[in-house]
């Protein structure tokens, strides 16, 4: 069973950091783009950022400059490191993979979703 499970949300000050990590596993023939969107309670769902297996990056506004993705392709894991996090960074965290579980399907994976809270 192909499956996507995030993890290290938590509670930070503003002006802090955390870093979010995220592993597929199971059956796994290739993963394509990798990512992180939030959602916030009363909002959308949003992109935040996104990276493709050949390391091109992609960022919401809101978070350039203070967001970066990363992934290790050999070990299926995607990572978004969160600086001077702000109190609008406030929302569930969830990772999905565009994964093909075998060379004739392809379809997204989505995490459980991680909490991050920025508050004094």
């Known amino acids: 069973q192909t499956q996507v499970v995030e993890s290290g949300g938590g509670l930070v000050q503003p002006g802090g950091s955390l870093r979010l990590s995220c592993v597929a596993s199971?059956?796994?023939?290739?993963?394509?783009?990798m990512g992180w969107y939030r959602q916030a309670p009363g909002k959308e769902r949003e992109l935040v950022a996104q990276i493709t297996s050949g390391g091109n990056t992609n960022y919401a506004d809101s978070v350039k400059g203070r967001f970066t993705i990363s992934r290790d392709n050999a070990k299926n894991m995607v990572y978004l490191q969160m600086n001077s996090l702000k109190p609008e960074d406030t929302a569930v965290y969830y990772c999905?993979?565009?994964?093909?579980?075998?060379?004739?399907?392809?379809?997204?994976?989505w995490g459980q979703g991680t909490q991050v809270t920025v508050s004094s």
């Open positions: 999905y993979a565009d994964i093909r579980p075998t060379q004739w399907v392809a379809r997204d994976y």
């Open positions: 199971g059956s796994i023939w290739s993963i394509n783009a």
